[in-house]
């Protein structure tokens, strides 16, 4: 089966060409494509480059069997439309699926982008085998999926799961969303605002655009200023852990995205956070946050998988 598969999402856009065997095997990538998503861009503009970037993977001849598509939501994903989306500022009942459908002349199966990792890391990557998991993405925001019995869990509005919405607290005591406090973005807002209203030294006083890469490169060489932050940012990410942990006892949490790249630097303090917090040490199983197997690529590989299975 052929599939074309896409990962639409705040920052970044990507397009694959995959083929699918009859046995569910992990599909076999043949054409890859990927530019920025300039989200601020109007809804019709974005479309065109979206279809754009889907037909230079399609080889000479070809046309799809069917497609999968990663995308941020809420949206309903039967019908192939975005309520709204932090990501994709102004987007507002867009029927992505048709505007896809009437493209490629092929059905569309659309997920939200964190389901769609969960799916490929729970059939064929790090999760394989756990049951409940969980899969979070840190990256410009948070977002991830669950999954029960190797079924999405989506819950009665279709909306579940979205990780990165638990209700924390900020480091001044408000209550925010995980992902407002702990994701790529939030580092580097973080970041700056330390910068504008304190003197404490930092090599990021030298750097022309703070942002989550940012604070993460200067945290690797032992900046002061960006380990406090993404230790923060860690303790928080434990905090969020351990509700997961009280609602659906995973047997693993997989994570991924850009910002998971920090490895021990933020998970060590979620770790500490989790062991402080949990409710009893039977909540955590052997291994139970793992890094993702298929890195970038983790929502293609879902979006494919579930065409192909869906079709």
């Given at each position: 089966?052929?599939?074309?598969?896409?990962?639409?999402?705040?920052?970044?856009?990507?397009?694959?060409?995959?083929?699918?065997?009859?046995?569910?095997?992990?599909?076999?990538?043949?054409?890859?494509?990927?530019?920025?998503?300039?989200?601020?861009?109007?809804?019709?503009?974005?479309?065109?480059?979206?279809?754009?970037?889907?037909?230079?993977?399609?080889?000479?001849?070809?046309?799809?069997?069917?497609?999968?598509?990663?995308?941020p939501?809420?949206?309903?994903?039967?019908?192939?439309?975005?309520?709204?989306?932090?990501?994709?500022?102004?987007?507002?009942?867009?029927?992505?699926?048709?505007?896809?459908?009437?493209?490629?002349?092929?059905p569309?199966?659309?997920?939200?982008?964190?389901?769609?990792g969960?799916?490929?890391?729970?059939?064929?990557?790090?999760?394989?085998?756990?049951?409940?998991?969980?899969?979070?993405?840190?990256?410009?925001?948070?977002?991830?999926?669950?999954?029960?019995?190797?079924?999405?869990?989506?819950?009665?509005?279709?909306?579940?799961?979205?990780?990165?919405?638990?209700?924390?607290?900020?480091?001044?005591?408000?209550?925010?969303?995980?992902?407002?406090?702990?994701?790529?973005t939030?580092?580097?807002?973080?970041?700056?605002f330390?910068?504008?209203?304190?003197?404490?030294?930092?090599?990021?006083?030298?750097v022309?655009?703070?942002?989550?890469?940012?604070?993460?490169?200067?945290?690797?060489?032992?900046?002061?200023?960006?380990?406090?932050?993404?230790?923060?940012?860690?303790?928080?990410?434990?905090?969020?852990?351990?509700s997961?942990?009280?609602?659906?006892?995973?047997?693993?949490?997989?994570?991924?995205?850009?910002?998971?790249?920090?490895?021990?630097?933020?998970?060590?303090?979620?770790?500490?956070?989790?062991?402080?917090?949990?409710?009893?040490?039977?909540?955590?199983?052997?291994?139970?946050?793992?890094?993702?197997?298929?890195?970038?690529?983790?929502?293609?590989?879902?979006?494919?998988?579930?065409?192909?299975?869906?079709?």
């Amino acid at each position: 089966m052929n599939i074309l598969a896409f990962d639409f999402g705040g920052t970044r856009t990507r397009a694959a060409w995959y083929t699918v065997d009859d046995a569910g095997s992990v599909p076999i990538q043949h054409h890859r494509a990927e530019q920025a998503t300039q989200s601020s861009d109007p809804v019709a503009r974005l479309i065109e480059r979206l279809i754009a970037l889907g037909r230079g993977v399609i080889p000479d001849g070809a046309t799809p069997d069917a497609i999968g598509i990663a995308a941020p939501g809420p949206a309903d994903n039967a019908r192939g439309v975005i309520y709204h989306s932090y990501a994709l500022p102004g987007w507002k009942n867009v029927p992505l699926g048709d505007f896809l459908r009437d493209a490629f002349h092929a059905p569309v199966y659309m997920h939200n982008d964190g389901s769609m990792g969960a799916l490929a890391e729970g059939w064929a990557g790090a999760g394989r085998g756990a049951n409940p998991l969980i899969y979070m993405t840190i990256s410009t925001g948070i977002g991830g999926g669950v999954l029960i019995d190797g079924q999405l869990f989506t819950g009665w509005s279709g909306l579940a799961a979205e990780p990165g919405h638990l209700v924390v607290t900020a480091p001044d005591g408000t209550p925010t969303r995980l992902e407002a406090v702990a994701s790529g973005t939030a580092l580097g807002e973080r970041a700056r605002f330390l910068i504008e209203t304190t003197d404490t030294p930092s090599s990021l006083r030298q750097v022309a655009v703070i942002d989550g890469a940012a604070v993460g490169t200067a945290a690797a060489n032992r900046d002061a200023l960006a380990l406090h932050i993404v230790m923060q940012a860690g303790t928080i990410l434990g905090y969020g852990i351990v509700s997961l942990l009280h609602l659906f006892s995973p047997e693993a949490i997989v994570i991924g995205g850009s910002t998971a790249k920090l490895g021990a630097l933020l998970f060590d303090p979620a770790r500490a956070a989790i062991n402080q917090h949990v409710l009893d040490a039977r909540y955590l199983p052997p291994n139970l946050i793992r890094r993702a197997h298929f890195g970038e690529d983790v929502c293609l590989i879902g979006a494919a998988m579930y065409a192909a299975r869906t079709n």
